[in-house]
């Protein structure tokens, strides 16, 4: 297996409601090394940039709301096929068709507050990693 770095974000319905720890550990008990972390809070042009692909979208303005509402924390995971991985330990994007035993399945209040964010290939792992770490932060 190979050893890959992925990102993470905590989103604002998950830290208002004190589940960083179990988000964390869930992702920890899954084979995943937190290598950087820090909560923020994200700032408007940051939450547009950061989601800039779905500018055109529908959903675009209430995601970015939705996404400065609150403090976030962004991680840098690492492990064994990590983008993979974490993507599995999240669950499905609508936590009514999650599995049980998944990060969404058992946090998210909705669709929209589904409690974390993750990279979906090694591509854009690396493009969210290096919009919120400097290289130096990155400690592992």
Do not use: C
Not at 48 to 73: A, C, K, Q
Not at 91 to 106: H, L, Q, S, V, Y
């Amino acid at each position: 297996m190979a050893t890959e770095r992925t990102f993470s974000i905590i989103k604002p319905d998950a830290t208002r409601r004190n589940l960083t720890g179990a988000i964390t550990a869930k992702l920890e008990e899954a084979g995943l090394r937190v290598v950087a972390s820090k909560r923020i809070q994200m700032s408007r042009e940051q939450a547009e940039g950061f989601y800039g692909v779905h500018r055109e979208r529908p959903f675009f303005n209430d995601l970015v709301t939705f996404m400065i509402s609150g403090p976030v924390v962004v991680q840098v995971l690492e492990g064994d096929n990590a983008v993979a991985r974490n993507r599995e330990v999240m669950g499905a994007t609508n936590p009514a068709n999650a599995d049980a035993g998944t990060i969404r399945k058992e946090f998210a209040e909705s669709i929209e507050a589904n409690s974390v964010h993750g990279s979906d290939s090694l591509e854009n792992a690396k493009i969210e990693i290096d919009f919120f770490f400097k290289p130096e932060e990155i400690v592992g």
